[in-house]
């Protein structure tokens, strides 16, 4: 059974850092590409960035370039998202994403909002 659990999400003041976790389990985590997408209220969900089993390809949305960073430790089933430089316009709920033949498998999410 594919589970996906993301945390780390919170409120945080603009300018500031977040590290977001998707701890993983129920299939083979080290030779899966890895996936972070977010949705904002009233909006479509959208990529946030993506990271291959081999760790040194990786894709971001252009909003988030140069301040995130996608990563992923094999060992222990799990896929990172350093957010850092937060904007206003970064609040959203945050979802991590597994695909396998066409069937795409979410987490139930972890909110992160940046206010002052």
């Known amino acids: 059974q594919v589970r996906l659990v993301e945390s780390g999400g919170g409120l945080v003041q603009p300018g500031g850092s977040l590290r977001l976790s998707c701890a993983t389990s129920g299939f083979t985590f080290s030779r899966s590409p890895m996936s972070w997408y977010r949705q904002a209220p009233g909006k479509e969900r959208e990529f946030v960035a993506s990271?291959?089993?081999?760790?040194?390809?990786?894709n971001y949305a252009d909003s988030v370039k140069g301040r995130f960073t996608i990563s992923r430790d094999n060992a222990k089933n799990t896929v990172y998202l350093q957010m850092n430089s937060l904007e206003l316009e970064d609040t959203a709920v945050y979802y991590c994403?597994?695909?396998?033949?066409?069937?795409?498998?979410w987490g139930q999410g972890t909110q992160v909002t940046v206010s002052s």
């Open positions: 994403l597994y695909s396998d033949q066409g069937r795409n498998y």
């Open positions: 990271i291959f089993y081999a760790s040194w390809r990786t």
